[in-house]
């Protein structure tokens, strides 16, 4: 029966042992993910702030898009109708 018992724990413990293995593997992957899309966020950050920049130095003067306006509605009138 003892040496039933400790076959089973050495069963068990390979178990535990290659669950162990797999889960770090898993975290290693994800560590790496972790940081490529990091630099992916920083990257896109950079591009998206670079825009911004340009836009910001075109100076056009800021004007509200008003929707009942009769300058911004003329001619519309045509796409509707035709």
Do not use: C, W
Request: negative net charge; without cysteine; aromatic residues 4%.
């Amino acid at each position: 029966m003892t040496e039933n018992l400790i076959q089973k724990m050495e069963e068990r413990v390979g178990l535990l042992l290659s669950e162990l293995t797999l889960l770090r593997s898993e975290i290693k992957h994800l560590r790496y993910e972790n940081a490529s899309l990091k630099a992916e966020k920083a990257n896109s950050t950079k591009k998206i702030e670079g825009i911004i920049s340009a836009l910001d130095a075109l100076d056009i003067p800021h004007q509200p898009f008003i929707l009942n306006d009769p300058e911004v509605l003329q001619g519309t009138n045509e796409y509707v109708n035709a």
